[in-house]
């Protein structure tokens, strides 16, 4: 039986603010962890793996702490969730080894707009040329942020703007998901079998971490455990259109870590396609909360927006 979370959009504000530094926090582990900052470089299959690893450990405590039981959970949708959800980590800790944290992170912010496109032939749901506009918005901002030109261009950038697109897959499964399961339990699923694949991926590019990599591996995932605990409950505890704009907070503590960490300042470029990703995932942030509301009410029309 689900009880909802009484409605105080103050600590929603906060907790999704605390999230954002904890998400952040973990691309600049993983930079780290994938250059020489703490010894040999660990491959993205690494790092994804303690990721998952450590995460998983400490949802297993909350759970155990909880008495949380599985219950019915839909192992189909669990799978696709956790399938995708480990390509867009394991691919989004590969770009950070290459490009600017501000710059991965920005490009990821697309996974909102790839869900949107790819609902309409995985969902069936149709989309408005408001919608539409917003996409193409964010999708011009990722397209500044390659800078697609011979002295300039980027492919590892290309990896953070993959990683969006499996991430945008990864939302469409925790679309059909939500409602039907307990966070804590959603949570705990697929951590377990993200571990699963990322240790049978690991397999062929293990190498035996420096002490200081298992303290960064294990901070990492433990505070990707904590990030996603705390955008959950930021989300049960006021709307989504007010708590969209706090998310964005990620992009400004990925580059304010890494200008602390590694000296790198963001250019003018980097803000300008930024700027460009946030207006338009937050169009279209707006644009479904609005359509979420007008759901409730009396339907007057079916045009789409």
């Not at 897959?169 to 949570?187: C, D, N, T, Y």
């Not at 971490?209 to 455990?225: E, H, N, R």
């Amino acid at each position: 039986m689900f009880v909802a979370k009484a409605q105080n959009p103050t600590l929603a504000a906060c907790l999704i603010l605390l999230a954002t530094a904890f998400i952040a926090a973990t691309t600049l582990l993983a930079k780290a962890l994938g250059t020489d900052t703490l010894g040999p470089p660990l491959s993205p299959l690494q790092i994804s793996h303690g990721r998952f690893l450590f995460a998983f450990l400490a949802l297993t405590g909350i759970a155990a702490a909880a008495r949380t039981r599985i219950h019915a959970p839909h192992w189909r949708l669990h799978a696709g969730r956790t399938l995708f959800g480990w390509m867009g980590v394991t691919l989004m800790f590969a770009s950070v080894a290459f490009i600017p944290l501000a710059d991965a992170t920005a490009i990821t912010f697309l996974n909102p707009v790839f869900a949107m496109l790819l609902a309409v032939p995985l969902l069936g749901e149709r989309v408005g040329p408001i919608r539409w506009s917003a996409a193409a918005t964010a999708l011009v901002g990722a397209l500044i942020l390659l800078r697609p030109t011979p002295a300039s261009f980027q492919p590892a950038a290309l990896l953070a703007l993959v990683a969006a697109m499996a991430m945008g897959l990864e939302l469409i499964f925790i679309k059909k998901l939500s409602g039907r399961e307990p966070a804590l339990q959603i949570l705990l699923i697929n951590n377990a079998m993200g571990l699963a694949i990322a240790s049978v991926a690991v397999l062929a590019v293990w190498q035996m971490p420096t002490p200081a990599q298992w303290a960064a591996l294990a901070a990492l995932g433990i505070l990707m455990a904590c990030a996603q605990t705390l955008f959950i409950n930021g989300m049960a505890r006021a709307d989504a259109s007010y708590v969209a704009p706090f998310s964005y907070g990620t992009l400004i503590m990925a580059a304010l870590y890494d200008f602390l960490g590694f000296g790198v300042v963001p250019d003018a470029i980097t803000l300008m396609g930024a700027a460009i990703i946030i207006a338009g995932a937050l169009l279209l942030a707006l644009r479904e909360a609005h359509l979420r509301r007008r759901a409730t009410a009396p339907l007057r029309h079916d045009k789409p927006e």
